[in-house]
C-alpha cells in the first residue's frame, strides 16, 4: 500500500451504534489530520495530531473521539451520533516541520475518504 | 484569521480549451503556502500544485499553472488543454504553521465541468 489509506470507505451506521473509521499512511510523515465535509460546505478541520500527540481540537462534540496510537495510523471513534452527521471523512497527513516558513513539504495528502450515514 | 474565496460556484470549458479557476486569499502571516487540489466524484483529494509566498516564480507541473500575484492576495489556478477527464471539483486553500504543525484553510471550491 501506498500514500494514505481509509477504512472502511463506506459506512452506514445507527445512532446508538459504535464504529471507528481508520487512516494508515505510508508517507513517513508525522501529522495527520481528520476533516469532515459535508454537503456544500467547506471542509472543516477536526482534529490535528503531531508526533502522536492531539494539537487541535477544533471544537468537535465528544461523540467523535480520535486516536493515534503511532505517526501511521489514525481513528476516529463514533458513538451516539447524529443524522447531521452524515458526511465524507478525510485523513490527511503531512511531514511536520519545526520551522515557521512554507515550503513544498508542507503539502497535506489525503486518502480516498469515508462516506458516513447516519440513519 | 485566514480567509479563502473561491467566487465561482460552477465552471464550463471546452475540450482543448484553458481555464482560470480564482482564488483569492487573506493573511497576516508573512510566510505561507497556497495549494490547489482537485476532487473527483470518487471524494478523494488530490494535490495538484504548490506555491510559496516567498517563491518568485509562479508554479507549475504539467498542465497546471497557478498565477500568483500577491500584492492582489490571489492565487489563480490555470489549466491548459482542458480534457474530460478534469472535469471534478477544484480547492483553493492556504497554509500556515502554529505549533510546528500545518493547519490548512480551504475555499468552497469550484465544480468545473469539460465540454467534449
Known amino acids: 500500500e501506498t500514500g494514505v489509506t481509509q477504512t472502511p470507505r463506506h459506512l452506514v451506521m445507527g445512532m446508538t451504534n459504535k464504529k471507528s473509521l481508520k487512516c494508515e499512511q505510508h508517507?513517513?510523515?508525522?501529522?495527520m489530520y481528520w476533516y469532515k465535509q459535508s454537503a456544500k460546505k467547506p471542509l472543516e478541520l477536526m482534529f490535528v495530531y503531531n508526533f502522536k500527540e492531539q494539537t487541535e481540537n477544533n471544537s468537535v462534540p465528544s461523540r467523535f473521539s480520535p486516536e493515534c496510537p503511532n505517526s501511521s495510523h489514525l481513528f476516529l471513534h463514533l458513538h451516539t451520533l447524529q443524522p447531521e452527521d452524515s458526511a465524507l471523512y478525510l485523513c490527511?497527513?503531512?511531514?511536520?516541520?519545526?520551522?515557521?516558513?512554507?515550503?513544498?513539504?508542507?503539502?497535506?495528502?489525503f486518502g480516498p475518504g469515508t462516506r458516513l450515514t447516519v440513519l | 484569521a485566514q480567509k479563502i474565496t473561491q467566487t465561482q460556484p460552477g465552471m464550463f470549458v471546452q475540450e482543448k480549451e484553458a481555464v482560470t479557476l480564482d482564488c483569492t486569499y487573506d493573511?497576516?502571516?508573512?510566510?505561507?503556502?497556497l495549494f490547489w487540489y482537485k476532487q473527483p466524484s470518487s471524494g478523494e483529494m488530490i494535490f495538484l500544485i504548490y506555491q510559496g509566498s516567498y517563491d518568485e516564480q509562479n508554479a507549475t507541473e504539467g498542465r497546471y499553472s497557478l498565477n500568483f500575484q500577491k500584492a492582489r492576495k490571489s492565487a489563480n489556478l490555470v489549466i491548459s488543454a482542458s480534457q474530460l477527464g478534469d472535469s471534478a471539483m477544484y480547492f483553493c486553500a492556504m497554509r500556515e504553521v502554529s505549533g510546528g504543525y500545518q493547519k490548512v484553510t480551504f475555499g468552497t471550491g469550484t465544480k468545473l465541468q469539460v465540454i467534449p
Open positions: 508517507l513517513g510523515h508525522n501529522a
Open positions: 493573511t497576516s502571516d508573512q510566510s505561507y503556502g
Open positions: 490527511a497527513s503531512s511531514l511536520s516541520l519545526p520551522s515557521g516558513r512554507a515550503s513544498p513539504t508542507d503539502t497535506q495528502y
